[in-house]
């Protein structure tokens, strides 16, 4: 009988879809209300792999990723997703010019995977929680990012795979630190508490952290810290 282990806490990541740049400060300061210190940003990316969004988001659109410094419980990625459908449809009726500005998708990063969070079911899903589904999307193997037959045209397409390698490595150093707590100290992982984004408690998780982005890099699509915008 196999040994039940606890599982490593993994990466929160949220990719922005927007036709108005414009509104990713907001969009941002936003996300860290909910999820806490941003600690890393992909370039901008031009989202043109289909016009699926095109009606109800308008045109060219662009792609950003985010990721938040605090490690999170991977089973509470469909709370994470709940709030940033809420906080879609909050800024949709703030800013009306299209019906939607802006398009969240949250999941995680963890050593072997990226998962992401969907309302939608298929036969390649599996239902976490409360009608949203996870999908593994890409897995890495051999030193890269692999793809499946389900993955979206884009992620397969390895634009943005040297800036999720990075992450990866970034998350590593994390796991690292965690795994070598001070003597005589026990290890500490985030702890299971009721979603209550009114008091910094994120998808089902508490955080540990600072709400403070001022550490945070932005990692080029090379894989490459550069400069905030």
């Known amino acids: 009988m ?24 907001e969009t941002e300061k936003e996300l860290t209300t909910l999820f806490g210190a941003i600690d890393a940003r992909s370039d901008i990316f031009p989202f043109d792999w289909t016009e699926y969004y095109n009606a109800e ?9 985010l990721s938040f410094a605090d490690l999170i419980d991977a089973s509470t990625v469909a ?20 019906r939607r500005p802006v398009n969240l998708d949250p999941g995680y990063l963890e050593q072997s995977k990226i ?6 079911n298929f036969f390649h899903r599996i239902l976490i929680a409360r009608g949203i589904y996870a999908e593994v999307t890409l897995h890495y193997q051999d030193k890269r990012w692999k793809s499946f037959p389900w993955t979206f ?13 990075a992450l990866r490595e970034n998350y590593r150093t994390q796991l690292r630190a965690a795994r070598a707590p001070a003597a005589g100290a026990d ?19 508490k955080r540990h952290g600072k709400d403070d982005n001022s550490n945070c890099k932005t990692l080029g699509s090379a894989g490459i810290l550069s400069a905030n915008y």
Do not use: W
């Open 79 to 98: 709370d994470a997703k709940i709030a940033a459908n809420e906080l879609e449809s909050s800024m949709a009726e703030k800013h009306r010019d299209v």
């Open 153 to 165: 045209p884009d992620y397969g397409s390895e634009i943005y795979h040297p800036f999720f390698t």
């Open 187 to 205: 290890m500490v992982f985030l702890t299971r508490q009721p979603l209550k984004t009114t008091n910094k408690n994120v998808g089902g998780v």
């Open 115 to 120: 998962v992401l969070a969907s309302t939608k």
């Open 2 to 25: 196999g040994k039940i282990q606890e599982a490593l806490p993994v990466k929160l990541i949220v990719g922005v879809l927007t036709s108005i740049p414009g509104l990713l400060p």
């Open 57 to 65: 988001m308008g045109s060219p659109i662009y792609r950003r990723f």
